[in-house]
């Protein structure tokens, strides 16, 4: 089972039928999100044994978020459950369909999570990311969780997912994200999100420090541009992006999540040592999957990753 712990929120996505101009403000469209949701939901598509580890409002928004995962097969035993609201992210959408989102996470449910009293059994891999590493006092107990996993032995993936308007203090963050690094097997994040981490120190050299620190793998993704993956040992292969018309791009990097790990499972090797092993033909092959599973995210609205019959034989 892979255990995927972090925040579920509601996207508040701008209709596409909504006038523009100076006439009225667009109509918001609800729609289920949260990095760490989107990715656990991937995974039910995707066919993968998969669990959702959080806090989640008692709200109607918090019975539709755990309904999706269910319809899905997700396993929610692992949900805390609270009274306060569900977060709201209100997204703005480029012209391109990149977006950008405003939080609305004051004294929301999924902020509250607590460290749960063991880990679940039949747990093979967590993965970790995004506002649930940042929104204290959560953070430190989403923080705990992954540094007992990777004691453990459970295989780790962390997809940090920047919201730099969350973060009060980048440097603090940036120290935050590099302690987090020995407990992590595969470190996945996009092109803009390593240049924001690293800071002035540059991406290249920042990358080659990052892999000295744990990780067995770092990809990084480029959108239309496609992925790339990074070992110690010096292994670097490309993937190129799958070209769609774009509706929107939210979703995809947590589509790419998912799909790294299923793939990884596919071929044996959620676990450290197995990650560090593979073979150049293996990477290709789950590069080229998780290029191929965001391009379907991509070419519809909101978070809406595939199932694994629309990946068939493509």
């Known amino acids: 089972m892979i255990v995927v712990a972090g925040e579920a929120l509601i996207d508040l996505v701008p209709s596409s039928q909504s006038p523009s101009g100076d006439g009225p403000l667009p109509a918001l469209l609800p729609r289920r999100g949260g990095g760490p949701y989107n990715t656990a939901l991937a995974l039910g598509r995707l066919g993968s044994p998969a669990a959702f580890c959080s806090r989640v409002s008692t709200d109607t928004f918090g019975e539709e978020l755990l309904r999706g995962l269910r319809a899905?097969?997700?396993d929610t035993s692992l949900v805390q459950r609270g009274a306060e609201p569900t977060t709201l992210a209100v997204a703005d959408i480029s012209p391109d369909g990149s977006a950008g989102y405003g939080f609305y996470a004051d004294g929301t449910a999924d902020r509250l999570f607590t460290?749960?009293?063991?880990l679940p059994a039949g747990a093979r891999a967590?993965?970790?990311?995004?506002?649930?590493l940042v929104l204290e006092p959560g953070a430190s107990a989403y923080e705990s969780l992954m540094r007992r996993a990777a004691q453990a032995g459970v295989f780790t993936a962390l997809d940090?997912?920047?919201?730099?308007?969350l973060i009060a203090d980048p440097d603090a963050y940036r120290a935050r994200f590099r302690s987090?690094?020995?407990?992590?097997a595969l470190l996945k994040l996009s092109e803009e999100d390593a240049d924001w981490l690293a800071g002035s120190q540059g991406t290249a050299?920042?990358?080659?420090?990052?892999?000295?620190?744990g990780p067995a793998a770092v990809v990084l993704t480029r959108g239309g541009d496609g992925l790339s993956v990074l070992t110690p040992g010096g292994v670097e292969i490309t993937a190129p992006g799958e070209r769609?018309?774009?509706?929107?791009?939210?979703?995809?990097g947590d589509t790419v999540n998912a799909a790294l790990l299923h793939r990884l499972d596919a071929h044996g090797a959620l676990s450290p040592g197995?990650?560090?092993?593979?073979?150049?033909?293996?990477?290709?092959?789950?590069?080229?999957?998780?290029?191929?599973?965001?391009?379907?995210?991509?070419?519809?609205?909101?978070?809406?990753?595939?199932y694994a019959a629309e990946l068939a034989g493509v």
């Open 274 to 306: 197995a990650v560090a092993a593979l073979s150049p033909a293996a990477w290709r092959d789950t590069l080229g999957f998780a290029a191929r599973a965001a391009a379907v995210t991509c070419s519809r609205p909101g978070a809406e990753p595939p």
């Open 180 to 184: 987090w690094l020995p407990h992590i």
């Open 160 to 165: 940090p997912n920047i919201r730099a308007g």
């Open 205 to 213: 050299a920042a990358v080659k420090e990052w892999l000295t620190a």
């Open 126 to 132: 967590f993965s970790f990311g995004t506002c649930s």
């Open 244 to 252: 769609v018309e774009v509706a929107d791009t939210i979703g995809a």
């Open 72 to 74: 899905d097969g997700v």
């Open 115 to 118: 460290l749960p009293s063991g």
